[in-house]
């Protein structure tokens, strides 16, 4: 949830002829991230949520790209997406040690 705060923040820099489509992706790959955990818990099958852990995954790396596309395009600099980018290196780290403790089959 912190990242979707952050996220929305951050895109507000973004040019406005983004505003319906670089900077629309990156807000539902943000919210993908923590929705996409929540219902995976709630289906309260390991195998359900090991699923959905590996869809919050992709969304934090499909941000994570776009983050450093907008970098690169010049939209944004590093020091704009520093403190999300370590916080979804964390969540790498979260989400990936959770996958480890829930059965893949």
Do not use: H
């Not at 919210?31 to 090991?50: D, K, L, M, Y």
């Amino acid at each position: 949830m912190t990242a979707v705060k952050l996220l929305y923040t951050v895109v507000k820099k973004l040019p406005k002829e983004e505003l319906f489509a670089l900077s629309d992706q990156m807000r539902r790959c943000a919210v993908s991230i923590p929705s996409n955990i929540a219902e995976g818990q709630q289906r309260n099958v390991g195998t359900e949520f090991a699923r959905f852990i590996s869809f919050a995954q992709g969304s934090r790396a499909e941000l994570e790209t776009q983050l450093l596309i907008c970098v690169s395009i010049g939209y944004l600099t590093e020091d704009d997406i520093l403190e999300l980018m370590q916080l979804l290196e964390e969540i790498n780290k979260m989400l990936s040690s959770l996958l480890k403790t829930l059965p893949i089959r």
